[in-house]
Structures are given as structure tokens and as C-alpha cells.
């Protein structure tokens, strides 16, 4: 077996491969206080009650909340006074509900006499809550903090061997179906190490005795979960001893984290100490194959610990190498010029239908080989080759082929479909809240550009993002606010200071004309736009004849020109439309 310091050397370089990512692994396991709580203060549960929270508990002793409800609006209408900066607006919306509601305890009184109401009494709705609320942190605490160190152990393992290591592996339990069963014996071992804390030395011994279940159900998932912690006792028979050494060798480190307030620990020793007891259980585990201990027959993926063959994973992925092995005699180039500059930068064709859909199955030929080019290369772990089978999905990009151009019908048809989506779904807003259809909007047409113009923007502004959909769904946001902003601003100066809508009150708003749930709202629009919608519908467009695609077009962009001329000197307005004066006087009135 090596010694420490071998361990130690090969730990660092494992470690610096892959720094980055091995460091957010183990500052998220800090977050949700998986391990490494001391690291981050931030991770600390709050212990001390609020004035209402107290109240609250003694109003029910007396079986009435008249003072817990006195003293939340109370509370609320202080909050709403103080806040002197519109920006941080507390009287509208969603956002600002929510927030009122966790800031003043309101939350709790509504919970409590929606239980009231149906049990018909304040002590039962008390134990109802309670137990609810035990039910949503276990499950919570369950299927996340119990889990999450088999999901590091085995980002961690398969890191010393692979030098690339996917940002989806934290979803290996998910994709293999055994989520729940790797939770169950992780909560299993959590018990046994309860029990045993309870005695004088049984805990710390144990502590060490269950401290490979970890790594081996990262291995092997399937395992059960006795099973996993009797395998785990044998392997660290005689080897207890040694584990606290090698634990107590990193002393040094613990005490330097403290005296940096955690940041060495966040940025260095922890997921340097991780890395080296993922060489440490290595060991363990070679030594348990070598004496063939009971069960180490479960200790059976090898290509977490050696690359497979070449050969072997050609055989694999054998239909990747034929997507490779048939690419076209004559590469599909596309020519420089006007037409290239459209479509590389703006996703925009006017090449005819068949020279498109030819470039695309290439673009997707070569996407699907990029995609396991890593795992044939042996720089990444080969799933196929795990002994628990992935479900098996197609990938969205070959279902809808979100990397896909549009044509310059397709975009116009599309800016009407997602114009009277966007009309469709403010009129159904306004009728459920109010219980009267309005015609939203400026025009008088079934359509609202705003939402077409900004659908339109997100995919040809916005092609180059694609590929990532965090970085698609932040600049969606940023590109939506500077529309809708700058929209309203317009609207507002050719119109005389008329508003056609108002966000004022909001929380985190924009001279009332952008909020952050409005913009929360058009990123993940914009997000079934590119992924789902656009993709879904330009298939359909694609079958319609060519010659009646042009004539649709036409006919809209008239009606629509006509409908904007008119509009222009005589403006759809009124009542839910640009006369708030009746809604804040609603609004007050409610709030006072």
C-alpha cells in the first residue's frame, strides 16, 4: 500500500486538473450543508425567534391570532413606509408579496388559517403545520444533504483517472434511477452513526468504520444499503486506526482555514482533502478485491479507475465512429458573402430548403460526434460501459434541432404566432383577475409586438448562445428589459406621458417600466421560445407551401401596417389598458 505522502502527491495533481470544478463541488456540499459547514458562515442556521414568531406561538396557547395579526400588518405597513427608494417597490406583485409575506411572519397566519378552515381547530392546525413542515425538511434534507457526498465521491473518482469530468454527473444518480436507493442508504448509515454517537467511544470508532459507504455507493448505486455498510466495515478493519492518522494529518490545514476565516478551506484543503481520500479508498478497495473480503464483488466498475481499451470503445460507441466514418465526400461549405454573414451571425437563411436541411443533419452529424468525442479519445468516463445502464433519451438537439436557421418567412410568420401568444395570454390574465376582457395593447389588432419583436430579437440577436442555455437565459433577460424598457419609454413620448403599462410598486423595478418577475418571466419565455416553441413551429412552417408562405406573409404585414398607421394617431386606451388613477386607488384603499 503507498504511504501518505505518495497518496498525498498524487492527490495535489488530481486536484489541480481539475481545481475549478473540484472547488465548487465542495462549496456547494457546504451550502447545503452536506460537509464542510465551518467553512462558509453563510451555511449557519439562525437560532433566535422574531417578536412576531414569538406572538404567534403564544396566541396559539390561547387559541386566537388577533395580536400574531395585528402586529404582521402592523409590520407590513412599516415596511411599505420605509422603503423611500421605488426601485425596491412592496406593493405589487409577486416578488413583493413574497417578500412581505417572509419578512413580516404573514406566512405563517395564512398557512395556519388555511388548516383553521378545514380542521375547525387551531391546536390540530398546530400539529398538522408541524408535521408538515418535518415532512418538506426531511424530504428536502433527505434527497439532498444525506445524498450529496455519493455525488462528490464520485465526481471525485472519476476526476483521478479522467481529465474531463461532466458538469452532468450531477445528475448520475437521477440518469441511472437510483436517486432514492442511494439516498435510503445514506440515511441508513445516518442512523447507525446516530446510535452509535450516543455512546462514549462507539462514535468516533464507527465514524471511521462507515466512512467508505460514500465512495462505494458512488461506485456501485445498486448496492443494498447493509450491504454497502458491512462492506465498508471490512474494508476498514485494522485500516480505522490508520484513517484517523491520515485525518489528523491535515491539522495543519484546519487551523490555517480558521485563522483565514475559511477560505483556504473553501479554495484549497477542502477538495484537496477530498481528493486524497478518494486515493485513499483506492487503495482499500485494491487491497479488498486482492483478499476477496465478503461482497467485493460489488466493487466492480473498472473504468472508474482504468481507461478501457480503444478498441473497446470503438466497439462501444460503434455508431458514433460510423457518424464520423460517413461524412460527406465533398464538405457542405459555406460560401462568403451576405448570405454566410445572416446566417453565421444571426441564424438567418436565404439559401433554398434543400441546401438547409442537407447543412443541418451535417451540423448534427458533427454535433453528436463532438458530443462523445471525449469518451471515444478515453478523456472522459464512458457511461455506456457502467455496469447500471442510463435511461435511454434522445436528445433534445436531435428532436427539435435548436441550433437549427430560420428563413426569413419563418421569422415573419413567427413574429405573428408569438405576437398573438403574448396578446392571448395578457387578455387571459386580465379576464381572470378582473373578470373583463380588455384588449391589451397599443393596436387594436388580436397582438402584442412587444412579445413578437422580443421572441424574434432572442433568436437571431441571440444565436451565438444557443449552445448554453445559463448564458442564453441571462442575456434573454438583459435583451427583454432593454426592450420592454425602451418600448414603454417610446410609447410614453409620442403618446403624452400615456402608459400602457406601470411597475411601479414592484419589487426591484425600473421607473415602473421593467420589473424583475416580469423579466424573470420573459427569460424562461424566452428560454420554451429558442428550446421548444420556435424549433416545434418552424417545423410546421417548413411543410407549408412556399408560394402561400409569401402570400401569408403579405397579407399580415399589411393588416399589420395598417393597424400600426392608425393606431398611431388613434391609440387603443382606457381602462385596464393606460388609467391606473382607479387601480391605485384600489390598491391604497387594500392597503390601508
Known sequence: MKKRKELKKKARKVFQKHYLFFVIVCLMASFIGAEFTDSLSITRIRN??????????????????????????????????????????????VLATLINSISTGSIYITI??????????????????????????????????????????????????????????????????????ASFTMFLKYIYQFFWNLTIIGGFIKRYSYFLVPYIVAENPDIKAKDAINLSRSMMNNHKFECFKMDLSFIGWELLGIATFGMTKVLYSNPYKVSFFSEYYNQLRLLAIENKIPNYEYLNDEYLYEKADKKLLEKTYSDIVNLKKAAPKDPIVRESGYKAFLVNNFGITLYSKQEEENYEKEELRKSRINYYQDVINGKSYPNRMFKIQEKSKKRIIENINYLRNYSVTSLILLFFIISFIGWLWEVSLHLISDGVFVNRGALHGPWLPIYGSGGILILIILKKFRKTPLKEFIATICLCGCVEYFTALYLELTHNGEKWWDYSGYFLNLHGRICAEGLLIFGLGGLAIVYVLAPLLDNILRKMNKKLAVCLCTILLTIFIIDQCYSHNNPNEGKGITDYAYLYQTLEYRRL
Open 48 to 93: 433566535q425567534v422574531s417578536s412576531e414568531e414569538k406572538l404567534l406561538i403564544e396566541d396559539f396557547e390561547r387559541d386566537d391570532l388577533t395580536d400574531a395579526e395585528k402586529l404582521v400588518e402592523e409590520k407590513k405597513t412599516e415596511i411599505i413606509k420605509k422603503v423611500d427608494n421605488k426601485v425596491f417597490g412592496h406593493t405589487r406583485g
Open 112 to 181: 395556519i388559517q388555511a388548516i383553521i378552515s378545514i380542521t375547525k381547530s387551531t391546536h390540530i392546525a398546530i400539529v398538522i403545520l408541524i408535521l408538515l413542515s418535518l415532512f418538506l425538511t426531511f424530504i428536502i434534507w433527505f434527497y439532498t444533504t444525506n445524498v450529496y457526498q455519493v455525488i462528490s465521491r464520485r465526481i471525485f473518482l472519476e476526476g483521478r483517472v479522467y481529465s474531463k469530468v461532466s458538469k452532468q454527473r450531477f445528475l448520475f444518480l437521477l440518469n441511472i434511477k437510483k436517486w432514492t436507493k
